[in-house]
């Protein structure tokens, strides 16, 4: 009771809804796509596939795959004048507000299409976002560093011609190494979708207003810019830094966490949900060590974070909290060893989760359930009181 209702927590609306997208089981660790156990996805199929996936549902077939990929790579292009949007920008620019901000400039292209009732606008816009946010991520990269713009190579894969245009100089050939594609893409898959995170309820609950997809996705990416959500991957590279400066002393972080010194958490470790190890976690552990093996051996961070994180699993205080690695512990180092900056690695996330995304706006918007979003609340405000005049105050 507030003291003014009593409410039967029953009732409070607690914003959850139904969904046959992704599957989470946060005791057991378990995590499925459409019923399909993320370790198959990761081990045998592409991101572009599981994008296919959570957006329609089956697995395609060859057929609908090659089709599918063939009407991405034909969107990948941007409008020559949306190119000219970045100049607005300060090249200090964190490139988040950058991608959301375009991805809601995109729509602008596209008035006539932005239906969310119509199929084959929706249709054509899901094909849009996937194709282009990718173009704009490398180009808001190119922007922060000065160089120039590269136009997309539809001879490449979604992966591979993003690798391109983000590391690629007009002024001499990129070879992408086969390796980092397929390490992004394994990342790519990992990221797609996850239940009804933050970032994918906020893209619900923007569509349910009859908002477009491109302005739901826009929402989306900016909930993802949190740091206790996709901003975690940055932050756990800071935090790695940090004791790295402090000569490597993973026991004094470990008891300021502990102490709970104020802004210092173990960043990259616990979960809403999970309440063990995040299946996504152990995959990415597998891949930093082949990765950064080969990319960057005796990787120091890679050496602090795996004691930090022995010293957190066998420690009562993270232990009795539930406290495990999650999917953002080893992400960031992977990506600093594929070559982007600390401050694009929530990009890399959100180009990960847009099929995820996408995924949940159609299900949402087809559903006849659906009503607007209008979450109720428990009133712990003032009793009424009258009005007085300035001067008796
Ligand atoms: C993602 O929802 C999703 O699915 C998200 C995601 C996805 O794929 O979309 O999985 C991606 O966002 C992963 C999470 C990334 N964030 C971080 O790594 C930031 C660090 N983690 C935390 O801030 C925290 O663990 C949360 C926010 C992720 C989850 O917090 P909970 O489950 O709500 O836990 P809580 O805040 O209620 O804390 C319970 C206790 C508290 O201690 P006591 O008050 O009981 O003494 O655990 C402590 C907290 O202080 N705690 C931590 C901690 N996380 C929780 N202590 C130190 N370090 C941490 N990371």
Same mark, same amino acid.
């Given at each position: 009771?507030?003291?003014?209702?009593?409410?039967?927590?029953?009732?409070?609306?607690?914003?959850?809804?139904?969904?046959?997208?992704?599957?989470?089981?946060?005791?057991?660790? %378990?995590?499925?796509?459409?019923? @399909? *156990?993320?370790?198959? /996805?990761?081990?045998?199929?592409? $991101? #572009?596939?599981?994008?296919?996936?959570?957006?329609?549902?089956?697995?395609?077939?060859?057929?609908?795959?090659?089709?599918?990929?063939?009407?991405?790579?034909?969107?990948?292009?941007?409008?020559?004048?949306?190119?000219?949007?970045?100049?607005?920008?300060?090249?200090?620019?964190?490139?988040?507000?950058?991608?959301?901000?375009?991805?809601?400039?995109?729509?602008?292209?596209?008035?006539?299409?932005?239906?969310?009732?119509?199929?084959?606008?929706?249709?054509?816009?899901?094909?849009?976002?996937?194709?282009?946010?990718?173009?704009?991520?490398?180009?808001?990269?190119?922007?922060? %560093?000065?160089?120039?713009?590269? @136009? *997309?190579?539809?001879? /490449?894969?979604?992966?591979?011609? $993003? #690798?391109?245009?983000?590391?690629?100089?007009?002024?001499?050939?990129?070879?992408?190494?086969?390796?980092?594609?397929?390490?992004?893409?394994?990342?790519?898959?990992?990221?797609?979708?996850?239940?009804?995170?933050?970032?994918?309820?906020?893209?619900?609950?923007?569509?349910?207003?009859?908002?477009?997809?491109?302005?739901?996705?826009?929402?989306?990416?900016?909930?993802?810019?949190?740091?206790?959500?996709?901003?975690?991957?940055?932050?756990v590279?800071?935090m790695l830094?940090g004791i790295k400066a402090d000569g490597g002393d993973v026991a004094n972080f470990v008891s300021r966490v502990k102490n709970k010194e104020k802004g210092v958490r173990l960043m990259g470790f616990g979960?809403?949900?999970?309440?063990?190890?995040?299946?996504?976690?152990?995959?990415?552990?597998?891949?930093?060590?082949?990765?950064?093996?080969?990319?960057?051996?005796?990787?120091?961070?890679?050496d602090i974070a795996k004691r930090l994180e022995e010293t957190a699993l066998s420690d009562d205080y993270f232990i009795e909290r539930?406290l495990y690695p999650?999917?953002?512990f080893?992400?960031?180092?992977?990506?600093?060893?594929?070559?982007?900056?600390?401050?694009?690695?929530?990009?890399?996330?959100?180009?990960?989760?847009?099929?995820?995304?996408?995924?949940?706006?159609?299900?949402?918007?087809?559903?006849?359930?659906?009503?607007?979003?209008?979450?109720?609340?428990?009133?712990?405000?003032?009793?009424?009181?009258?009005?007085?005049?300035?001067?008796?105050?």
């Amino acid at each position: 009771s507030t003291g003014y209702i009593t409410y039967d927590p029953g009732f409070v609306n607690t914003g959850s809804c139904s969904s046959a997208i992704t599957y989470i089981d946060g005791d057991a660790g %378990i995590l499925r796509y459409r019923g @399909y *156990p993320i370790e198959q /996805l990761a081990e045998r199929s592409s $991101f #572009l596939e599981v994008s296919y996936l959570l957006i329609y549902g089956n697995l395609p077939t060859q057929a609908q795959l090659d089709d599918f990929t063939q009407k991405i790579n034909r969107h990948t292009l941007l409008h020559e004048d949306l190119k000219r949007f970045f100049d607005g920008f300060p090249r200090d620019a964190h490139p988040m507000p950058v991608l959301s901000s375009a991805v809601s400039a995109l729509s602008t292209f596209y008035q006539d299409s932005l239906n969310p009732f119509d199929e084959p606008n929706v249709e054509l816009s899901t094909v849009r976002l996937l194709a282009k946010v990718p173009t704009l991520a490398a180009y808001a990269y190119k922007k922060s %560093i000065g160089q120039p713009f590269l @136009y *997309p190579d539809n001879s /490449l894969g979604l992966v591979e011609n $993003f #690798l391109r245009m983000t590391f690629g100089l007009p002024a001499e050939p990129y070879e992408v190494d086969p390796e980092v594609a397929k390490a992004l893409d394994l990342l790519f898959i990992l990221h797609a979708d996850h239940e009804q995170n933050c970032s994918t309820s906020t893209v619900r609950l923007v569509g349910s207003s009859e908002a477009n997809l491109f302005a739901s996705i826009s929402a989306g990416i900016m909930a993802l810019f949190g740091p206790l959500h996709g901003g975690a991957n940055s932050a756990v590279l800071e935090m790695l830094n940090g004791i790295k400066a402090d000569g490597g002393d993973v026991a004094n972080f470990v008891s300021r966490v502990k102490n709970k010194e104020k802004g210092v958490r173990l960043m990259g470790f616990g979960h809403r949900v999970y309440k063990n190890y995040d299946p996504r976690a152990k995959i990415i552990k597998r891949t930093a060590d082949q990765i950064l093996g080969k990319l960057a051996p005796n990787d120091e961070l890679l050496d602090i974070a795996k004691r930090l994180e022995e010293t957190a699993l066998s420690d009562d205080y993270f232990i009795e909290r539930k406290l495990y690695p999650n999917v953002d512990f080893y992400t960031g180092l992977i990506y600093r060893a594929l070559g982007f900056p600390t401050q694009f690695f929530t990009v890399l996330f959100a180009l990960g989760r847009l099929p995820g995304w996408i995924a949940h706006w159609r299900e949402m918007i087809n559903d006849p359930q659906t009503k607007i979003g209008r979450p109720r609340q428990i009133y712990i405000g003032e009793k009424e009181r009258e009005y007085t005049a300035i001067s008796e105050r």
